[in-house]
């Protein structure tokens, strides 16, 4: 099967402890749990687009170390076609989450090998972009790496995705310029709002602006299309000139209803299912591909972990007939 999405990202070993409540500076408290498992931002995002059943392949750096090779070995297992650069002189990249009882969680991460991902590693791939409908990026890599992935993207016409999370204290206003869809959530919404639009909106208030003021907040922050996603709230999708299909400019998508266990990975799995959403032929509708993304993400929540709680997609088909 011919690749359809391109995610150059990050993988990153989770370590997750189950903890009542988040503990207070210089406490110690009793965990109820602990389990280890796949994660980082770019491999969560390709796990749940390959899960829709689309052809996808994964870039990324690891460590030549075990936890390297368990990635490499998860990722075939996965279906996903891994292309690693191996480096010798980082360790593979780590994660240390807290989940509370109400689902909510806290993550301490070392990025390690995903900081050292070369440009010119990328570039030896450009064949693979030539082939591909869909790049989607993140920012657990140098900057400069994402920066090449992004300019590849551009090169094939490929529709590129950034995911601008974590920001980056270095992201500058020409990436942006690189973008056709931008993810934040809300919090990474606010802080690119004051970067960059010197426009100072709290986390908590994101979701209830009026639907005018998030979208010429998004018309400032990026030519192309800017999917605002809101927990609870759904998402918020703005678009510039190109609506992909959509009759309007700016409307919301309601969030599914479910029961929140673990919400580690919830953001990634959008992003994934919404970069197969936009490398499908199903529909010509970016509406749809959002309202899938937004199932997939909520389903995700269910589970414990995060690539392993991405759903399939026949999974999501027998949820929401």
Not at 182 to 207: G, H, I, K, W
């Amino acid at each position: 099967m011919a690749t359809q999405v391109i995610v150059v990202g990050s993988y990153n070993q989770d370590h997750v402890w189950q903890v009542d409540r988040f503990p207070q500076p210089g406490e110690t408290r009793r965990g109820s749990g602990f389990r280890t498992g796949p994660g980082g931002k770019g491999f969560n995002q390709a796990v749940a687009c390959a899960r829709q059943d689309v052809a996808t392949v994964f870039i990324g750096a690891r460590g030549k170390d075990a936890l390297g090779e368990g990635a490499a070995a998860l990722a075939e297992r996965e279906g996903l076609m891994g292309c690693w650069q191996v480096r010798e002189d980082v360790p593979t990249g780590t994660a240390a989450i807290l989940v509370e009882a109400s689902g909510q969680n806290q993550i301490i991460v070392d990025l390690a090998a995903n900081e050292r991902l070369d440009p010119d590693f990328l570039r030896a791939q450009s064949t693979r972009f030539a082939d591909a409908r869909v790049l989607l990026v993140q920012l657990e890599n140098n900057l400069d790496a994402t920066r090449a992935a992004l300019e590849l993207g551009g090169e094939h016409n490929l529709t590129c995705v950034l995911n601008p999370a974590p920001v980056h204290p270095d992201l500058d206003a020409g990436l942006l310029g690189l973008v056709d869809v931008l993810t934040p959530n809300e919090s990474e919404f606010a802080q690119l709002c004051a970067r960059f639009l010197d426009a100072e909106v709290a986390t908590d208030d994101v979701a209830s602006l009026d639907d005018e003021r998030l979208h010429a907040l998004c018309r400032r922050l990026c030519n192309g299309s800017v999917v605002v996603t809101l927990g609870r709230h759904g998402s918020f999708v703005s678009h510039g000139a190109a609506r992909r299909g959509d009759e309007a400019d700016c409307y919301r998508v309601a969030a599914e209803t479910v029961t929140p266990v673990d919400t580690t990975g919830a953001g990634d799995a959008f992003c994934g299912a919404l970069a197969a959403g936009l490398a499908s032929t199903d529909s010509a509708r970016f509406a749809d591909a959002v309202r899938q993304a937004g199932r997939v993400a909520a389903m995700s929540t269910e589970r414990a972990g995060a690539a392993v709680a991405m759903p399939r997609r026949d999974e999501v088909a027998a949820r929401f007939r």
